[in-house]
C-alpha cells in the first residue's frame, strides 16, 4: 500500500540529548512513510523520539548500527517489519474502559440478542483494535455477570466474537489471557471471583471466556477476509492516530460491515465523518445506530 498523505517535515531530537543508533530525519521520514503505509498511523516529526526509542531495541537485536540499515533490512525481512510495526503500535487499553459503552450494550443491544440465541439464531460481535485483550474479556463479563451457565450456553449457542489486532505480539498476550494484578483492579470484584484466578503472581482470564473469543490478526486498512455483517462493532480509540481520508474510508467500511440496526461504539474523543454520520443515528455518548434499510 503506498503512502496516502504528504510526507512529514524533518524530525527532530531533543537538543543534546545523546543516541546510541544514528537517526536522521530522512530515517523519521522513510520510517513515518513505512508505518502509514502499513497502518494508516500518522508518525509527524514530533514522534521522532518516540519512533527511537521504540525501534532502538529492534535496531539493537537485529545488530546493525545505524537506523538506515534498520530501514533497509526490514525492506527484505518481512518478520522483522512485522516487529517494527508490532513496536510503533499503540497498545493502551483497560479492563471496563468507557464504560458507558458496556451499560449501553446490555440495555440496549444484548436483550434482543441474546432473545436470538435462545432462539436458535446467530450473533456476531466484533472488538476491532481489540489489543491486549481487556475489550472483548469486558464484553464477555459484562454479558454474563456472575453466571458461569450464561458462558456455557454461549458456548453452545451460535455466538461468535471476533477480536482483532494489527499486532501479532499483542494478540498472542490478549489470547493467553493473562495480567498483571494492577491490570485486574478496574474490574468489579463479584466478575473478578467469577471469570479471573490468580496463576504465577498475575492473574488468568477464565478458560471458558478464553474460548469464547476468536483472536485474529487483520490490518483495518487492508482486505477483510468476513464477509458477513456484525450486530454490534466496538471500533475505539484506534482512529485517533489516523487522518481524515484514512477514517472516513474505515467508517464507510465499518458501517457496510453493520448489520441495520447493530450499535457502533467508537472512542471518546473521534467523531464520525460527515459523509458517513447519515447512515447512523446517535444514541449516546459516541454510540450510534445504524439505520435501517
Given at each position: 500500500?503506498?503512502?496516502?498523505?504528504?510526507?512529514?517535515?524533518?524530525?527532530?531530537?531533543?537538543?543534546?540529548?545523546?543516541?546510541?543508533?544514528?537517526?536522521?530525519?530522512?530515517?523519521?521520514?522513510?520510517?513515518?512513510?513505512?508505518?502509514?503505509?502499513?497502518?494508516?498511523?500518522?508518525?509527524?516529526?514530533?514522534?521522532?523520539q518516540?519512533?527511537?526509542?521504540?525501534?532502538?531495541?529492534?535496531?539493537?537485536?537485529?545488530?546493525?548500527?545505524?537506523?538506515?540499515?534498520?530501514?533497509?533490512?526490514?525492506?527484505?525481512?518481512?518478520?522483522?517489519?512485522?516487529?517494527?510495526?508490532?513496536?510503533?503500535?499503540?497498545?493502551?487499553?483497560?479492563?471496563?474502559?468507557?464504560?458507558?459503552?458496556?451499560?449501553?450494550?446490555?440495555?440496549?443491544?444484548?436483550?434482543?440478542?441474546?432473545?436470538?440465541?435462545?432462539?436458535?439464531?446467530?450473533?456476531?460481535?466484533?472488538?476491532?483494535?481489540?489489543?491486549?485483550?481487556?475489550?472483548?474479556?469486558?464484553?464477555?463479563?459484562?454479558?454474563?455477570?456472575?453466571?458461569r451457565?450464561?458462558?456455557?450456553?454461549?458456548?453452545?449457542?451460535?455466538?461468535?466474537?471476533?477480536?482483532t489486532?494489527?499486532?501479532?505480539?499483542?494478540?498472542?498476550?490478549?489470547?493467553?489471557?493473562?495480567y498483571a494484578?494492577?491490570?485486574?483492579?478496574?474490574?468489579?470484584?463479584?466478575?473478578?471471583?467469577?471469570?479471573?484466578?490468580?496463576?504465577?503472581?498475575?492473574?488468568?482470564?477464565?478458560?471458558?471466556?478464553?474460548?469464547?473469543?476468536?483472536?485474529?490478526?487483520?490490518?483495518?486498512?487492508?482486505?477483510?477476509?468476513?464477509?458477513?455483517?456484525?450486530?454490534?462493532?466496538?471500533?475505539?480509540?484506534?482512529?485517533?492516530?489516523?487522518?481524515?481520508?484514512?477514517?472516513?474510508?474505515?467508517?464507510?467500511?465499518?458501517?457496510?460491515?453493520?448489520?441495520?440496526?447493530?450499535?457502533?461504539?467508537?472512542?471518546?474523543?473521534?467523531?464520525?465523518?460527515?459523509?458517513v454520520?447519515?447512515?447512523?443515528?446517535?444514541?449516546?455518548?459516541?454510540?450510534?445506530?445504524?439505520?435501517?434499510?
Amino acid at each position: 500500500m503506498s503512502a496516502l498523505a504528504a510526507r512529514p517535515g524533518p524530525a527532530t531530537m531533543p537538543a543534546g540529548r545523546p543516541t546510541e543508533f544514528a537517526f536522521s530525519a530522512d530515517d523519521h521520514r522513510r520510517i513515518a512513510d513505512f508505518v502509514y503505509g502499513e497502518a494508516g498511523i500518522l508518525m509527524p516529526p514530533g514522534k521522532a523520539q518516540l519512533v527511537y526509542g521504540r525501534l532502538a531495541p529492534r535496531v539493537r537485536a537485529c545488530r546493525l548500527t545505524s537506523f538506515a540499515d534498520y530501514i533497509a533490512h526490514i525492506d527484505r525481512d518481512a518478520e522483522e517489519r512485522q516487529r517494527a510495526i508490532d513496536a510503533l503500535t499503540t497498545n493502551h487499553t483497560s479492563f471496563f474502559r468507557e464504560a458507558h459503552h458496556f451499560d449501553h450494550f446490555l440495555e440496549h443491544a444484548w436483550p434482543a440478542l441474546d432473545g436470538r440465541l435462545a432462539d436458535r439464531g446467530r450473533v456476531r460481535i466484533w472488538s476491532a483494535a481489540c489489543s491486549s485483550g481487556e475489550e472483548p474479556y469486558t464484553l464477555l463479563m459484562a454479558m454474563c455477570g456472575t453466571q458461569r451457565g450464561v458462558g456455557q450456553r454461549l458456548a453452545r449457542s451460535d455466538f461468535r466474537l471476533l477480536a482483532t489486532d494489527l499486532s501479532t505480539e499483542i494478540l498472542a498476550a490478549a489470547a493467553a489471557g493473562r495480567y498483571a494484578p494492577d491490570t485486574a483492579k478496574t474490574v468489579p470484584e463479584p466478575l473478578r471471583r467469577t471469570w479471573m484466578r490468580d496463576v504465577d503472581h498475575q492473574v488468568e482470564v477464565d478458560p471458558l471466556l478464553r474460548e469464547l473469543c476468536a483472536f485474529r490478526k487483520l490490518n483495518l486498512l487492508e482486505d477483510w477476509p468476513m464477509r458477513g455483517t456484525f450486530d454490534a462493532i466496538f471500533c475505539r480509540n484506534v482512529m485517533i492516530y489516523f487522518d481524515e481520508p484514512t477514517k472516513e474510508r474505515l467508517q464507510t467500511r465499518l458501517a457496510d460491515r453493520l448489520a441495520p440496526g447493530g450499535f457502533l461504539y467508537i472512542g471518546h474523543s473521534e467523531r464520525l465523518s460527515p459523509s458517513v454520520a447519515p447512515r447512523f443515528t446517535c444514541v449516546g455518548r459516541t454510540t450510534f445506530q445504524k439505520v435501517a434499510a
